[in-house]
T-cell receptor, first 115, second 112 residues
C-alpha cells in the first residue's frame, strides 16, 4: 500500500526567507510524486511532479522539489517566500505498478508567510 | 491548458433532497475522472474513480447508491448525492486525468 507523510501541520516563515515543506513516502515500486497547493475554499492547483530523471524538479511559482530515494523524501522548497505563498500544501504519491492512477495524499501542511 | 470546472461552486439543500454536481474538463478529454471529499482542515478522501462509458469504481466504505456517478462523455462526469443528510455536508472536489490529475475548484455542499 502507498502512503505519504507530511510531518508538519504548519510551517511559518518570514517573507524573503527560504521555505521547506517536508514530505516522505512509502510505495512498493518506483514512485510518482506530486505537490499541489490549495487556497481557501478552492480546489487543488498542480505545482510539480517527479516521474523519472533529474532528482531536482522545478515547478510553478518558483517552487522546486528534490526527490531523494534513499531517504524516501520529496521536500518542497522555494528560495524566497512570498506572503501570497500562504496556503495549504499537499504532497501526493502514485504507485504505477500497484496503485494504478490513484493518488494518495498527505494530510497537508499549512504554510504561513509573514511580513 | 488542463482546466477543470465544477458546477455549482456551492449549494444548500434540504435534508432528503438530491443534489447533482458537474465536473467538466474544458480544454481536454478525460477518460478517467476522480471524485474526492474533503472535510475541514483535512486531506482529500478518494470516493470513486469515474471511467467514461463504464461503471464507476467506488472506494471501500463509500455507498454506491448514495453517491451516484455518471461519466457519459469524455468531458463530463456528474456526482449525485441522493437523499442528502446533514452528515453529507462537505467540500466535494473532482479531478480529471491526462498525464496528471488536474482538479476542479470544488463544490461546497451544505445540507440543512
Amino acid at each position: 500500500a502507498q502512503s505519504v507523510a507530511q510531518p508538519e501541520d504548519q510551517v511559518n516563515v518570514a517573507e524573503g526567507n527560504p521555505l521547506t515543506v517536508k514530505c516522505t513516502y512509502s510505495v512498493s515500486g518506483n514512485p510518482y510524486l506530486f505537490w499541489y497547493v490549495q487556497y481557501p475554499n478552492r480546489g487543488l492547483q498542480f505545482l510539480l511532479k517527479y516521474i523519472t530523471g533529474d532528482n531536482l524538479v522545478k515547478g510553478s511559482y518558483g517552487f522546486e522539489a528534490e526527490f531523494n530515494k534513499s531517504q524516501t523524501s520529496f521536500h518542497l522548497k522555494k528560495p524566497s517566500a512570498l506572503v501570497s505563498d500562504s496556503a495549504l500544501y499537499f504532497c501526493a504519491v502514485r504507485d504505477p505498478t500497484g496503485g494504478g492512477n490513484k493518488l494518495t495524499f498527505g494530510t497537508g501542511t499549512q504554510l504561513k508567510v509573514e511580513l | 491548458g488542463a482546466v477543470v470546472s465544477q458546477h455549482p461552486s456551492w449549494v444548500i439543500c434540504k435534508s432528503g433532497t438530491s443534489v447533482k454536481i458537474e465536473c467538466r474538463s474544458l480544454d481536454f478529454q478525460a477518460t478517467t475522472m476522480f471524485w474526492y471529499r474533503q472535510f475541514p482542515k483535512q486531506s482529500l478522501m478518494l470516493m470513486a474513480t469515474s471511467n467514461e462509458g463504464s461503471k464507476a469504481t467506488y472506494e471501500q466504505g463509500v455507498e454506491k447508491d448514495k453517491f451516484l456517478i455518471n461519466h457519459a462523455s469524455l468531458t463530463l462526469s456528474t456526482l449525485t448525492v441522493t437523499s442528502a443528510h446533514p452528515e453529507d455536508s462537505s467540500f466535494y472536489i473532482c479531478s480529471a486525468l491526462i498525464d496528471t490529475q488536474y482538479f476542479g475548484p470544488g463544490t461546497r455542499l451544505t445540507v440543512l
